[in-house]
């Protein structure tokens, strides 16, 4: 149990249309990130978001945005969905560095299935 | 370039058996180096990690042990049990993950399959 959840779990979008998945976290987990897997893949980085603010991205086009709220939640946006968006969105929480354990842990989800017509 | 990649797609050990997990990775600048394990409909669990200034590190029932000399990276379970049957992935982070503009960069996954 990671204390990370997500929603929903899973979902069928048709292309040209619009998604938010939504994830909360513990309290105190003040850094959120959002991986991509594809099916047979490992997670791929979207983007991170400390304390309200994205301050890192990965490869992804402007089409994927995200929120983070005071209230440990956040959220991953894709506009325009295409074909190739069809994956696991995963939400992973870090806890504040004073509150942290193992250097390399993130927390993950169980993830949202998304899969574009 | 960045990439962290595996040598085998499937492992299959015998229940009891030790399994070793290979993971080799391209990117020298790596800080750190983690273990995750994601079994079937869940998201990735943590495992282990090292920081790349050591060679060894064990945890319960596991040792990672890092060569950056040829850049490989292994996982070693002892004693593998059925609960073990999982995807295992390693990453690789550069810097501390709380606060900074940091990433993990996974590989992608090495399945391993525990047989009664």
């Known amino acids: 149990e990671t204390g990370v959840t997500q929603s929903p779990t899973h979902l069928i979008k048709t292309r040209g249309q619009q998604v938010t998945l939504r994830c909360s976290s513990q309290?105190?987990?003040?850094?959120v990130s959002w991986y991509q897997q594809a099916l047979g893949q490992g997670p791929q980085f979207i983007f991170q978001?400390?304390?309200?603010?994205?301050?890192g991205r990965g490869n992804f086009p402007p089409r994927f945005s995200g929120l983070q709220f005071p209230n440990y939640s956040s959220e991953l946006n894709v506009n325009a969905l295409e074909l190739d968006d069809s994956a696991l969105y995963l939400c992973?929480?870090?806890?504040?560095?004073?509150?942290?354990?193992?250097?390399?842990?993130?927390?993950f989800g169980e993830g949202s299935r998304l899969t574009v017509l | 370039g960045e990439s962290v990649g595996l040598h085998l797609p499937t492992l299959s050990v015998q229940e009891g058996d030790n399994s070793i997990i290979n993971c080799a990775y391209s990117?020298?600048?790596?800080?750190?180096f983690i273990w995750y394990k994601q079994e079937s409909g869940k998201g990735p669990q943590f495992i282990i990690d090292?920081?790349?200034?050591?060679d060894k590190r064990q945890g319960q029932r596991v040792t990672v042990l890092l060569n950056k000399t040829v850049k490989h990276l292994s996982l070693q379970i002892a004693a593998t049990q059925p609960g073990d049957s999982a995807v295992y992935f390693c990453?690789?982070?550069?810097?501390?993950?709380?606060?900074?503009?940091?990433?993990?960069?996974f590989g992608t996954g090495t399945q391993l399959k525990v047989e009664l």
């Open positions: 992973a929480s870090r806890p504040q560095l004073s509150l942290a354990g193992a250097a390399g842990e993130l927390f």
């Open positions: 309290s105190g987990h003040n850094t």
């Open positions: 978001y400390y304390r309200e603010e994205e301050n």
């Open positions: 990117n020298s600048a790596s800080d750190y």
């Open positions: 090292i920081r790349s200034n050591m």
């Open positions: 990453a690789e982070a550069r810097g501390a993950l709380t606060g900074g503009g940091n990433k993990l960069t």
